[in-house]
C-alpha cells in the first residue's frame, strides 16, 4: 500500500545544491543538484520518518520558484505550482506563476498585494489554483507555512485571498474563519473567491479553525 504525501520542491537557481524539499505535513527534508536527485532524498526521509519502504512512498509534487527577489524594503515571493499529471493544466498554472512574474516587473506597487505578512519562511509564498481545484486540497497546502497566499485565474485577470493559520504573525484584525462560510467539503477553489468577492490586487486573511 502506497503512502502518498505533499512535498513542495523549492528551486534556488544558480545555488548549490539547487533543489530543497520539505513536507507539507510532516517535517522531511531533502536536497540535490537536480529535481530527481531531491526527490530521493526526500523519499528516503519519508521512508525513516513513516517506517516503510521507500517503493511505499507516493509523492505529490509541488515546484515552488523565486519570481521576486528580497530586497532591503520588500521580501522575497514565491509562487507554488502543484505538478498536475496533465500535462495542459500543469501548463496553465506555470503561465499564471509568470503572469504574476511580469505583473511585479511591470509593476512594484503590485507587491502591496502581499501586505497581509510573510510565511514562517520569512518570505512571501503563494499557491497557483485553477477554477476547479478543490478548496480541502488548497487548505492543505498551508501546513505549518502560516500564511498562504491563493491567486486563481479569472476573465484574463488574477484575483487573490490569503490562508492563515492561528500562529500566523502579524494576523489581521478583519481576519474571517473559513468554517463561517459554510462551504462544503465538495467546494472549489472558484466558489470560495467568489463568496469572499476576491479582488485583483487585495487578499484578504481567511483563518483554519
Same mark, same amino acid.
Given at each position: 500500500?502506497?503512502?502518498?504525501?505533499?512535498?513542495?520542491?523549492?528551486?534556488?537557481?544558480?545555488?548549490?545544491?539547487?533543489?530543497?524539499?520539505?513536507?507539507?505535513?510532516?517535517?522531511?527534508?531533502?536536497?540535490?543538484?537536480?529535481?530527481?536527485?531531491?526527490?530521493?532524498?526526500?523519499?528516503?526521509?519519508?521512508?525513516?520518518?513513516?517506517?516503510?519502504?521507500?517503493?511505499?512512498?507516493?509523492?505529490?509534487?509541488?515546484?515552488?520558484?523565486?519570481?521576486?527577489?528580497?530586497?532591503?524594503?520588500?521580501?522575497?515571493?514565491?509562487?507554488?505550482?502543484?505538478?498536475?499529471?496533465?500535462?495542459?493544466?500543469?501548463?496553465?498554472?506555470?503561465?499564471?506563476?509568470?503572469?504574476?512574474?511580469?505583473?511585479?516587473?511591470?509593476?512594484?506597487?503590485?507587491?502591496?498585494?502581499?501586505?497581509?505578512?510573510? %510565511?514562517?519562511?520569512?518570505?512571501?509564498? *503563494? &499557491?497557483? $489554483?485553477?477554477?476547479?481545484?478543490?478548496?480541502?486540497?488548497?487548505? +492543505?497546502?498551508?501546513?505549518?507555512?502560516?500564511?498562504?497566499?491563493?491567486?486563481?485565474?479569472?476573465?484574463?485577470?488574477?484575483?487573490?485571498?490569503?490562508?492563515?493559520?492561528?500562529?500566523?504573525?502579524?494576523?489581521?484584525?478583519?481576519?474571517?474563519?473559513?468554517? %463561517?462560510?459554510?462551504?462544503?467539503?465538495? *467546494? &472549489?477553489? $472558484?466558489?470560495?473567491?467568489?463568496?469572499?468577492?476576491?479582488?485583483? +490586487?487585495?487578499?484578504?486573511?481567511?483563518?483554519?479553525?
Amino acid at each position: 500500500m502506497s503512502i502518498a504525501q505533499n512535498i513542495v520542491f523549492r528551486h534556488y537557481r544558480g545555488d548549490d545544491p539547487c533543489w530543497e524539499a520539505y513536507g507539507i505535513a510532516l517535517a522531511a527534508y531533502g536536497s540535490g543538484g537536480s529535481l530527481s536527485e531531491a526527490k530521493q532524498d526526500v523519499r528516503e526521509a519519508l521512508a525513516a520518518l513513516l517506517d516503510v519502504n521507500e517503493a511505499c512512498v507516493e509523492i505529490n509534487e509541488f515546484h515552488e520558484h523565486c519570481i521576486y527577489k528580497e530586497t532591503d524594503s520588500s521580501p522575497a515571493v514565491w509562487v507554488r505550482t502543484f505538478h498536475d499529471h496533465d500535462p495542459q493544466r500543469m501548463l496553465k498554472r506555470r503561465e499564471i506563476r509568470d503572469r504574476v512574474e511580469r505583473l511585479l516587473d511591470e509593476n512594484p506597487g503590485y507587491l502591496s498585494t502581499f501586505d497581509n505578512g510573510i %510565511s514562517v519562511t520569512g518570505d512571501v509564498v *503563494a &499557491t497557483v $489554483a485553477l477554477e476547479d481545484d478543490m478548496l480541502m486540497d488548497i487548505l +492543505e497546502q498551508v501546513g505549518d507555512l502560516g500564511r498562504l497566499f491563493v491567486c486563481m485565474p479569472v476573465d484574463g485577470a488574477v484575483i487573490w485571498q490569503c490562508i492563515t493559520t492561528k500562529d500566523a504573525e502579524d494576523r489581521s484584525d478583519d481576519e474571517v474563519p473559513i468554517a %463561517s462560510l459554510n462551504l462544503g467539503a465538495a *467546494a &472549489t477553489i $472558484a466558489e470560495f473567491m467568489q463568496l469572499t468577492e476576491a479582488k485583483q +490586487e487585495r487578499a484578504t486573511d481567511y483563518v483554519l479553525a
